[in-house]
């Protein structure tokens, strides 16, 4: 079946821009978890959904960072006032459960590669 | 707070020979820990977890690991490397009791030479 999909799997941009990612999940996956890896790093964890709420946001940087996932499936993963410190890769991931939080298998999109010039 | 090390950002291999790659965690909960693959451009694929059962974990392409509680370490291993297994590979823990989210370690890089 289809896998975790992302889009734009590109996306560059200038210094204060607006930006949004989006993540399809694999059907029927009640969790979703977004990620950034910056270079020669590991995924760095951002936020958690479980169906439409965020369960865990522990991760967002600052309030520059927004997620949504209104209606339990595609989540959106929104940066306002971009700056060159985000340059990363965005990383979603699915679950079927999230069960325990965090120990149910997550299965990674192949991300979105943010580029703030 | 829980944290993964992982020893050797590269290691470089020969075809046919023994792969090791070294993960030790730190966790003040009991461990849920994790082994995943990065291939380039793809996103992070699963080669196995350890979820308290068995000591010993098989995965898939032939890697397994050993959950070691003694020595807070879970290395990954597969006895004859080949060019296909050259890759990011990523340690992570997190925690059933914890309800922790993964906390992944910078990784190693794998190269396997002909």
């Known amino acids: 079946g289809a896998g975790v999909s992302q889009t734009p799997s590109n996306k560059v941009t200038e210094k204060g821009k607006y930006v949004e990612l989006r993540c399809d999940p694999i059907?029927?996956?009640?969790?979703l978890y977004w990620y950034r890896q910056s270079l020669g790093q590991g995924p760095e964890f951002l936020i958690y959904f479980q169906g439409t709420g965020a369960a865990d946001d522990s991760g967002l940087p600052n309030d520059r960072f927004f997620a949504v996932r209104p209606e339990g499936s595609v989540s959106t993963l929104k940066i306002q006032r971009t700056e060159r410190g985000d340059s990363a890769v965005y990383l979603c991931?699915?679950?079927?459960?999230?069960?325990?939080?965090?120990?149910?298998?997550?299965?990674f999109g192949p991300g979105t590669r943010l580029t703030v010039l | 707070a829980q944290s993964v090390t992982q020893l050797g950002s590269h290691v470089s291999v020969s075809e046919g020979a023994l792969v090791l790659l070294r993960c030790n965690y730190s966790?003040?909960?009991?461990?849920?820990l994790f082994w995943y693959v990065q291939y380039p451009n793809q996103g992070l694929q699963l080669l196995l977890k350890y979820t308290s059962a068995a000591t010993l974990v098989k995965g898939i392409n032939g890697f397994e690991a050993e959950f070691k509680k003694s020595e807070t370490s879970f290395h990954l291993t597969k006895p004859s490397a080949h060019m296909s297994d050259a890759a990011e590979y990523f340690c992570?823990?997190?925690?059933?009791?914890?309800?922790?989210?993964?906390?992944f370690g910078k990784g190693t890089r794998l190269s396997v030479i002909a």
């Open positions: 991931a699915s679950s079927l459960r999230g069960a325990g939080g965090y120990t149910d298998t997550q299965y």
């Open positions: 059907s029927g996956h009640t969790a």
């Open positions: 992570a823990v997190s925690s059933f009791s914890g309800n922790t989210p993964l906390v």
């Open positions: 966790s003040s909960v009991p461990p849920y």
